[in-house]
């Protein structure tokens, strides 16, 4: 009997244990059953999936290519079954998203009411992070990324750009005076953060031409809500995206400094998944409602 699913489910979970013996454990299987099952798979498509060795396993090009198709298939069987049990009519079951802290406090939070009044089933598994998170290790489902984009096999929707901004708060600057060119920076106390992809420089306008200012500050933080916070109590300048700043400006809590040497340098952001046309039903009403809301929410302030 062809039970290619069930051994679709086993190599999954072979993946995500990392060993035989303890997938073997969670499925209550026999690790010997379980490497049967596995070279089964490979028996049949002709190729080597998993790389073998005492110390761990690792996926071979193509065994992550079977492992991502895997994953897409039992999530749309998955769906298929959920929705036949409802009578087909409303999606459901969990869509886990991450993104970054501010991102998601800013831009992303204020959606999901409306969000659930559509589609009162689906359940938002929910992850702030300004580091960046492996989709298929992690089983995130949609990853909204700010920034640069590393090269990967992962479908990108573009929603928008955002400029960055220079704010401080009228606090700070009456007690530390506005800075008017960028080489006033070396006088400041410029608030960074500290993951690997960040560098301590902000890029500005200076004689027609691009430079980059070393900066140095009191802080160092992982995410963009922190340093606004800081910028806010007046400890600082912060350097941060459009949507995270725009309602602190709008309201005199933070204002904007060196608007004219900053250059016009801004962020794409993109959701990011494991994109085929059998996206599970879930994430994809989840992507079809929020990016088109997102994208006017940037806009407006591009």
């Known amino acids: 009997m062809d039970n290619r699913a069930g051994e679709m489910m086993v190599f999954v979970r072979v993946v995500e244990a990392g060993s035989f013996s303890e997938a073997a454990r969670l499925m209550h299987m026999t690790p010997s059953t379980v490497s049967k099952l596995i070279a089964r798979i490979e028996a ?3 190729t080597r999936l998993i790389e073998r060795s005492t110390r761990r396993l690792s996926l071979t090009e193509e065994g992550q290519f079977y492992y991502e198709r895997s994953q897409e298939l039992l999530a749309s069987l998955d769906d298929t079954e959920q929705s036949l049990s409802r009578g087909g009519s409303e999606p459901s079951g969990v869509v886990r998203v991450s993104t970054s802290v501010s991102f998601g406090i800013r831009a992303l939070e204020p959606l999901l009411p409306r969000f659930w009044e559509a589609y009162p089933k689906i359940v938002v598994d929910l992850s702030l992070s300004d580091e960046i998170v492996d989709l298929y290790l992690d089983r995130t489902d949609i990853a909204f990324r700010v920034g640069r984009l590393q090269d990967s096999n992962l479908v990108a929707r573009k929603i928008g750009s955002s400029k960055r901004k220079i704010v401080g708060s009228p606090d700070y600057l009456a007690r530390f005076g506005v800075p008017r060119t960028p080489d006033d920076l070396a006088h400041h106390n410029c608030l960074g953060f500290n993951f690997r992809r960040s560098a301590p420089v902000w890029p500005m306008r200076e004689g027609g031409r691009i430079v980059e200012r070393m900066l140095s500050g009191t802080l160092l933080a992982n995410n963009g809500e922190t340093v606004g916070r800081m910028a806010l109590a007046g400890v600082g300048l912060g350097r941060l995206g459009d949507y995270h700043v725009r309602d602190y ?20 952001i993109h959701a990011l998944y ?16 929020m990016a088109p809301r997102l994208q006017h929410q940037i806009g407006n302030g591009a």
Do not use: M
């Open 274 to 289: 494991r994109g085929t046309e059998n996206l599970p039903r879930r994430v994809r009403v989840f992507l079809d409602h």
């Open 249 to 268: 400006i709008a309201r005199g809590e933070l204002v904007e400094v060196l608007g004219d040497s900053a250059i016009a340098d801004s962020e794409d």
């Open 44 to 46: 049949r498509t002709g």
